[in-house]
């Protein structure tokens, strides 16, 4: 009687593993390929960053550093460690990890142990119990179980689901990416229109006390006679005009500085930036390669082809549904009422099998995978529509770079030009050859044309910024973790089990980045 449910056992082991083996090959998702899209030769904008040469694009590493700042060098480091929403995104990365490695842990036989020790007294008076009976009425109950059961994933149901995670979790990890490179970018516009404000507040500072200077003069005009109340109405009104908007500067700058306290984790009531006014930034060249290289280099782009890619997993696993579902479970332990719990005679064991086939489900099972392939359309055209906004970016950029700095030049000669005719204006009204009007209409437009040449160099700035942002900030389709590599832990890792990890956002997607050493 022992043989035959032994041999039973191993032929229904055997034929699983057997199964298992010869259907492994059975993946129902479609094959994924992604969409390949024909892209131009070079971009349409001919500014003075563009360089087409296949092997010159942007620089790894720390963008920012170009623009020759050491303040700025210090906020962008401060933001990646300290920033509380990118840390937040890094944890959102580190929980698609382990989305991904729980898929994985279908794949493995699931084992468990169990043990039952317990003291039962039943009624003396019971149901069917004869009273004469001299069956003990308080007996001793021991129990050690230990159950073993595997889902054989026929038709690659399983690892579908885990592709999808591993495929979600690359995804999260381009994400991070992504928002890195935009709250960096974020500051560094947020930093360069600061500065900005800085040169402004000076220029504004130089036009009162040369202001101050007129109502001087045409009070001491007016006490000689030469001049009327008008023209001291009129000077002190530009004072006042220029003082309100130094003040306007200054309210705009302490707006900008609690911004920038946000972004790098500190409390804004606590961060101060000192006022720069010849802020030392450079306009770095920005080497922007080919298209063909953009696809590898934005990792919102490889995070939307990412998800496509998940998208069609999911499709194997709504197919697989269709198909039967196989468990096989094993369980044996010892069971007895005293001491000699662990001896043979009181062995007990169990193997089955058990499969579950849907015949009619209403079209739940169609319903699922129509939508899968729905869901796989629409992360196609997601895909496509990040594509066309990353090269529009990059246009955008090329653009705006070209076009600044023709206006940057523009905007100085109209600086130069102005300063001329205030001189020559005060000169002539000095001199009594003109009236005051002309001073003031000589005034306002060179603080006109300085503010203007101050606001159109943060322009030129920030939109390089803009076009580094554009261009994925050096990031690299390398950067990204393989499939294998999104996985925490091994199936059979047991240490550290309870540690919290703490991710800190800084070279995602690399291994570091997600678990602590």
């Known amino acids: 009687m022992d043989g035959k449910p032994r041999v039973g056992a191993r032929w229904i082991a055997g034929l699983a593993m057997a199964a298992q083996v010869g259907l492994g090959g059975c993946d129902l998702a479609p ?22 040469h296949p092997l010159d694009t942007l620089p790894r590493g720390p963008w920012w550093e170009s623009f020759n700042d050491a303040l700025l060098n210090q906020l962008e480091q401060q933001l990646v460690s300290e920033n509380p929403d990118l840390a937040a995104m890094a944890e959102q990365y580190t929980q698609a990890r382990d989305l991904a490695a729980e898929a994985r842990a279908g794949l493995f036989p699931q084992v468990g142990v169990s043990g039952v020790l317990s003291e039962n007294k039943q009624s003396k008076n019971r149901l069917f119990r004869n009273p004469n009976s001299a069956s003990l009425l308080v007996e001793s109950d021991a129990e050690v179980l230990a159950a073993a059961s595997w889902e054989p994933d026929f038709w690659s149901e399983i690892r579908n689901r885990t592709r999808m995670q591993k495929r979600l979790a690359q995804s999260s990890a381009a994400s991070l990416a992504a928002a890195r490179l935009s709250l960096q970018a974020e500051l560094a516009i947020d930093y360069v229109a600061l500065r900005g404000l800085d040169t402004q507040e000076a220029i504004y500072r130089a036009a009162i006390v040369q202001y101050e200077q007129a109502v001087t003069i045409t009070m001491q005009r007016l006490q000689g006679r030469i001049a009327s109340a008008l023209d001291v109405a009129r000077s002190r009104g530009q004072l006042a005009t220029a003082q309100a908007s130094e003040s306007s500067v200054l309210a705009s700058r302490a707006v900008l500085q609690h911004a920038i306290a946000v972004l790098v984790g500190v409390n804004p009531s606590s961060f101060s930036i000192p006022v720069e006014a010849a ?58 009422q005293g001491f000699h719990l662990f001896s043979l005679p009181n062995s007990l064991w169990s193997i089955g099998a058990s499969a579950m086939l849907p015949l009619f489900e209403g079209g739940l099972r169609r319903a699922e995978l129509q939508r899968s392939w729905s869901q796989y359309a629409q992360a196609r055209d997601s895909y496509r529509s990040t594509v066309l906004s990353a090269f529009q970016e990059v246009e955008d950029g090329l653009a705006l770079t070209a076009h600044l700095q023709q206006q940057v030049q523009q905007q100085s000669e109209a600086v130069a030009e102005a300063h001329k005719a205030e001189t020559l204006a005060m000169q002539l009204y000095v001199g009594g050859l003109t009236t005051y009007l002309d001073v003031v209409v000589a005034q306002e437009t060179e ?38 590599a999104v996985l925490p832990f091994g199936p059979l890792d047991f240490t550290d089990s309870d540690h919290q990890p703490r991710p800190d956002g800084s070279g995602v997607g690399t291994e570091q980045a997600s678990r602590p050493p």
């Open 31 to 52: 094959e994924y390929r992604p969409p390949d899209y024909v892209l131009p030769a070079n971009y349409q904008g001919s500014g003075p960053f563009t360089v087409a």
């Open 279 to 336: 802020a030392p930034l450079t306009t770095p060249v920005i080497p922007v390669g080919i298209p063909s290289e953009l696809l590898q280099r934005r990792p919102d782009v490889a995070g939307a082809e990412r998800q496509m890619a998940s998208a069609n997993a999911a499709i194997g696993v709504s197919r697989a549904a269709f198909y039967p579902n196989i468990t096989i479970s094993l369980s044996g332990g010892f069971q007895d």
């Open 447 to 484: 603080l006109t044309a300085r503010t203007a040449e101050a606001q159109t160099r943060v322009s030129r700035l920030q939109a390089t910024v803009g076009l580094i942002r554009a261009l994925g900030g050096g990031w690299s389709i390398a950067d990204l973790p393989t499939e294998q």
